[in-house]
C-alpha cells in the first residue's frame, strides 16, 4: 500500500503542526501494535489453557464413564493443550500403544473420538486381523520409550 501523502501547508505554523501530527501518529502505531501483540499473547495462552483443560475433562469423563466420550476434543486442540499423545488399547490381542496425534495424517480438526475406528493394532494386523482401537486416554508423554530393535 503507497504511503498516504499530505500536501505540505504554506504556512510556517501549519507546516509544524502537520509535522507533530504525522509524528504522534508514528508514535501511535508503535504503541498499538506492541498492544496488539501483548493482547495477542494474552489470547494464545488462555486459548492453550482452554484446549488443556478440554483434553483433562474428556480424560476425565473417559475415566469415569468407561467409554468413547463424545464432543471430544479436536487433534489440533489435544496438541495445543499439551496432551499429543494418545494411548490406545487393541479390542482383540489387549496390547497398549502410545500414537502421536502430530505425526497423524488426519486433518487437524478431526475429532479425537472419530479416531476410534480408524485406528488399528499393528500386532493383529500382521497376523491378517483388523480390529478397532479402544481409547483409553490423552497422554502429555508417551507411557515408555519405544524398544529399539
Same mark, same amino acid.
Given at each position: 500500500?503507497?504511503?498516504?501523502?499530505?500536501?505540505? &501547508?504554506?504556512?510556517?505554523?501549519?507546516?509544524?503542526?502537520?509535522?507533530?501530527?504525522?509524528?504522534?501518529?508514528?508514535?501511535?502505531?508503535?504503541?498499538?501494535?506492541?498492544?496488539?501483540?501483548?493482547?495477542?499473547?494474552?489470547?494464545?495462552?488462555?486459548?492453550?489453557?482452554?484446549?488443556?483443560?478440554?483434553?483433562?475433562?474428556?480424560?476425565?469423563?473417559?475415566?469415569?464413564?468407561?467409554?468413547?466420550?463424545?464432543?471430544?476434543?479436536?487433534?489440533?486442540?489435544?496438541?495445543?493443550?499439551?496432551?499429543?499423545?494418545?494411548?490406545?488399547?487393541?479390542?482383540?490381542?489387549?496390547?497398549?500403544?502410545?500414537?502421536?496425534?502430530?505425526?497423524?495424517?488426519? &486433518?487437524?480438526?478431526?475429532?479425537?473420538?472419530?479416531?476410534?475406528?480408524?485406528?488399528?493394532?499393528?500386532?493383529?494386523?500382521?497376523?491378517?486381523?483388523?480390529? &478397532?482401537?479402544?481409547?483409553?486416554?490423552?497422554?502429555?508423554?508417551?507411557?515408555?520409550?519405544?524398544?529399539?530393535?
Amino acid at each position: 500500500m503507497a504511503p498516504k501523502h499530505h500536501p505540505t &501547508p504554506l504556512s510556517g505554523g501549519d507546516r509544524k503542526a502537520l509535522q507533530k501530527e504525522l509524528g504522534r501518529a508514528r508514535a501511535m502505531t508503535t504503541i498499538l501494535a506492541a498492544q496488539s501483540a501483548e493482547a495477542r499473547t494474552k489470547g494464545e495462552a488462555l486459548i492453550r489453557q482452554a484446549d488443556r483443560l478440554l483434553s483433562e475433562s474428556w480424560n476425565e469423563r473417559m475415566w469415569a464413564d468407561g467409554g468413547l466420550m463424545d464432543p471430544s476434543p479436536t487433534i489440533d486442540q489435544a496438541v495445543n493443550g499439551g496432551y499429543p499423545w494418545l494411548e490406545i488399547e487393541c479390542s482383540r490381542c489387549m496390547t497398549k500403544r502410545d500414537v502421536d496425534l502430530a505425526a497423524l495424517r488426519h &486433518p487437524p480438526t478431526t475429532f479425537v473420538h472419530d479416531l476410534a475406528s480408524r485406528l488399528r493394532c499393528g500386532k493383529c494386523a500382521k497376523a491378517n486381523r483388523r480390529p &478397532p482401537a479402544t481409547l483409553l486416554q490423552l497422554a502429555q508423554r508417551p507411557r515408555q520409550a519405544a524398544p529399539e530393535t
